[in-house]
């Protein structure tokens, strides 16, 4: 039965940790005048291969809202940044994996 608690609670836990995420996904996206579908076009322009993580961020450098992707091709992953207002690619470089 403790065992039950404890992965319950663990479980409740999760799913609001992810819905608090998905919420500020949501209201960044709001503020975002190019769509994902857009900067994964100009991210795979800028390195052609598959996308294996995309995600929406704050971050310093151009207008402080970027679309992050992380593309692979040929064994290298390249993290591509998109500016979020203006389409304008941030970031351009070999993803090393230490972050």
């Known amino acids: 039965m403790r065992k039950l608690l404890l992965v319950a609670s663990s479980?409740?836990?999760?799913?609001?940790?992810?819905?608090?995420?998905?919420?500020?996904?949501e209201k960044l996206a709001a503020q975002a005048h190019v769509s994902m579908a857009q900067a994964r076009a100009i991210a795979l322009k800028?390195?052609?291969?598959k996308i294996v993580k995309e995600e929406l961020e704050k971050e310093s450098g151009g207008s402080g809202l970027r679309y992050s992707f992380d593309i692979s091709a040929g064994g290298v992953v390249h993290e591509i940044g998109v500016d979020?207002?203006?389409g304008k690619v941030l970031e351009n470089s070999i993803d090393?994996?230490?972050d």
């Open 46 to 49: 800028t390195s052609p291969g």
């Open 11 to 25: 479980l409740a836990l999760s799913v609001a940790a992810f819905s608090a995420m998905a919420g500020n996904t």
């Open 84 to 86: 979020a207002r203006d």
């Open 96 to 98: 090393d994996g230490k």
